[in-house]
């Protein structure tokens, strides 16, 4: 049997664009031939799947899945809208979102983490990819805990229960959990998704964005000509009105529009400890087809 050495390897790599792992079983299987190793690939849709690879994902799906104490978030991208609607990649969604809670929230754990299907989650995304055709990535995952309460869970405008395009997890530490408590964290999840807070405490702002805004109320302040001790006086108050920007616990509750977040779930005899928001395709770059170039491209002006 022919000896598969690394240079083989990456060169195998380097035709097909398949991960070093499928390259080497790749080559095992077929004695070290490459053009059979390719083929071999190509069959198992592996080589399909890195042809993909360079498209621009920024549809699909968040997904969640929750137990006692604990929740999990997922987003899964795909090239098209049209996926979201798939009932494999909707499986594919909610099966990972169920291995975040086992395996945790680091991207390569989970991508190890073995499905019911008898394949790891990075080897039923590649099948995946080369049966709908359609490029995908696992973005990013979040998993919450708590040692006593709840972690709810919130979808907005849900395709279906745990799946949507907006997610958001609320952490309520407590002396036990309850359906009231169960019941807070889900509207905590509501606020969340409809007020996009950056941060759950004050001590939690970002220093550099917090400074950023000090010297934009600075200048605004001064171009009113006051003296700079009114100056100082009028940044502190408004100040004060970014932490309620952006600050979750210091935010205005949406459902009654007078408490604040930090005093209803005071009120509810719980410690609100984190929270995350996962927002489809947020921060991914789409690519705005110039349908003039592509015409003139095709007719080869």
Not at 6 to 34: F, H, P, Q, S
Not at 125 to 137: D, F, K, S, V, Y
């Amino acid at each position: 049997m022919a000896e598969i050495t690394a240079a083989l390897v990456k060169e195998l790599r380097e035709k097909t664009g398949a991960g070093m792992m499928d390259c080497k079983k790749a080559l095992n299987e077929a004695a070290g031939d490459i053009e059979a190793a390719v083929d071999w690939l190509r069959t198992k849709g592996l080589a399909a799947a890195a042809k993909k690879s360079g498209r621009v994902t920024a549809e699909g799906l968040v997904g969640v899945a929750s137990a006692p104490k604990v929740a999990a978030m997922v987003e899964v991208n795909a090239e098209t809208d049209f996926v979201a609607r798939n009932e494999a990649f909707q499986g594919f969604v909610e099966a990972v979102a169920k291995a975040a809670l086992e395996v945790g929230d680091d991207l390569e754990t989970l991508k190890a983490a073995p499905l019911p299907t008898g394949r790891t989650v990075a080897e039923e995304l590649t099948h995946l990819i080369a049966t709908i055709g359609e490029n995908m990535a696992i973005r990013r995952a979040r998993v919450l805990r708590v040692p006593s309460g709840v972690v709810a869970s919130y979808v907005h405008s849900a395709l279906k229960p745990g799946l949507g395009k907006i997610g958001v997890l609320a952490a309520i530490e407590a002396p036990s959990e309850s359906d009231a408590l169960e019941l807070l964290g889900r509207q905590i999840g509501m606020h969340v998704a409809a007020t996009r807070p950056s941060a759950l405490d004050i001590t939690g702002v970002d220093p550099e964005a917090l400074e950023r805004e000090r010297v934009v109320l600075v200048e605004q302040a001064r171009a009113s000509g006051k003296p700079e001790a009114i100056i100082e006086k009028m940044v502190d108050g408004r100040i004060r009105k970014y932490y309620e920007e952006v600050v979750l616990l210091e935010q205005v509750w949406v459902h009654d529009g007078e408490s604040r977040v930090s005093a209803v779930v005071k009120k509810a005899g719980g410690t609100l400890v984190g929270f995350e928001r996962f927002q489809l395709g947020e921060g991914v770059e789409k690519e705005e087809a110039d349908f003039a170039a592509e015409v003139a491209k095709v007719a080869g002006v």
